[in-house]
């Protein structure tokens, strides 16, 4: 058996799973890869995994992430971004793994999260590894923090520390300030501030998003006043 085979196998194991609990099946635009959503209020929550082909070998890297409206609403219309959706937080399963078992929140350098896979047993065993994985781990991270107060403690209780939740900057102090404003956090200002430096050192494609999201917040703030 082939990796695409595997994949598709794999694919039909997931659906067995995730399926029953109110996950959907969709197409990446980019990809035609599948990934598994399910509504929840003012969002959904997000299973995906970026399969990798070698001949017979097929190497998996599971992701998971939240999407909320209110926030994803905002970042689209101040930015170049306007045809998907947007995380606001989530990872590689094994990174959010170490966030509910062990509290760590500062994202690692590099990780190897592939599962590599042979043969259809491996996947077999890969299934009921992933339904412990989705009990234990997917599911808890999902009922935990799915709403904007949740998104704006997580990104913004340490801004200056790599977050496990969000790791692309400026994208996480988009997404961050984003959910401070609306979550009227009294430290906005502050975390602006902070933000500010921290997306000097973060990709450039971000930074003019950053700016018009910024000027955009700071806009409403002078509104509502």
Request: aromatic letters at 10%; proline letters at 3%; one cysteine or more.
């Amino acid at each position: 058996m082939n990796s695409k085979e595997l994949q598709i196998q794999f694919e039909q194991l997931i659906e067995e799973l995730v399926l029953p609990l109110g996950f959907e099946i969709f197409l990446n635009q980019d990809d035609g890869e599948k990934y598994y959503c399910r509504a929840i209020n003012n969002g959904h929550e997000r299973i995906s995994f970026i399969f990798g082909h070698y001949g017979k070998m097929l190497s998996i890297k599971p992701q998971i992430g939240i999407y909320i409206d209110d926030i994803g609403d905002i970042y689209k219309k101040n930015s170049k971004i306007k045809n998907r959706p947007i995380r606001c937080i989530g990872n590689h399963l094994l990174e959010i793994e170490r966030y509910i078992e062990k509290g760590e929140e500062t994202e690692r350098v590099y990780v190897n999260h592939r599962w590599k896979v042979r043969a259809v047993q491996d996947l077999i065993e890969l299934a009921k590894l992933y339904k412990a994985y989705f009990n234990n781990i997917i599911d808890p991270y999902f009922k935990e923090n799915g709403t904007v107060a949740r998104v704006d403690e997580l990104l913004n209780k340490e801004p200056r520390v790599p977050s496990i939740h969000n790791n692309l900057n400026p994208f996480r102090a988009c997404i961050a300030i984003i959910a401070a404003r609306i979550n009227e956090n009294s430290r906005f200002k502050n975390l602006l501030a902070i933000y500010d430096e921290s997306i000097k050192k973060g990709e450039e494609s971000y930074q003019a998003d950053y700016q018009n999201i910024r000027q955009f917040l700071l806009n409403e703030s002078s509104n509502k006043q």
